[in-house]
């Protein structure tokens, strides 16, 4: 089966580098004007994050197609950073332990990198249960590095980061999503 595994366009957040992880916020006239331009492959069936930003998203890159909103494949909840930048939290002694873990464990609040593995690879494993030739999924940045770190062989995490409006054409077989290349970017 081929996936496209596509991060959602760039929200005022996004532009201001915040942490927003649940927050449910919509695509800035920037983020929306990127995506328009983007042309991506006919799929059988759209997967989304039910979080507003990738709804629209998906509305905007598979217009006319209702996308199967999958609450397993949302961002990961960042607690108590929800919402702050770096420099706003950079003083903050919980921010810099959580900093030292690499991101695995838990802000305050929030969700740990094993919690947000778990949620998002049973809920990718229960839409490859489904019959189809071609899927996209569209989701977040954080979302899509978890899955391929989980699911690609190489088991890296931080080199499958992707630009708002951008992402991967993926094959998945025999328990495996193997990238074969870059999808759309915004830009």
Known sequence: MTVFLIRHGQTQSNLERR??????????????????????????????????????????????????????????????????????????????????????AAPPGGESGEAVRRRAVAAFLSIAEEPAERIALVIHGGTIMTLLEALEPSHRFYCWQVPNGGGYRCRWADGALTVEERAGREG
Do not use: N
Request: with cysteine; hydrophobic share 35%.
């Open 19 to 104: 942490y927003i992880g649940v927050s449910d916020e919509s695509l800035c006239r920037r983020g929306r004007e990127a995506l328009a331009g983007i042309r991506l492959p006919a799929v059988d069936r759209v997967y989304a994050s039910p979080l507003r930003r990738c709804r629209e998203t998906a509305a905007l890159l598979y217009p006319g197609v209702e996308p199967v909103l999958v609450p397993g494949l949302r961002e990961t909840d960042m607690g108590a950073f929800e919402g702050h930048t770096y420099e706003e939290l950079k003083d903050d002694s919980a921010y810099q332990a959580w900093l030292d873990t690499a991101g695995t």
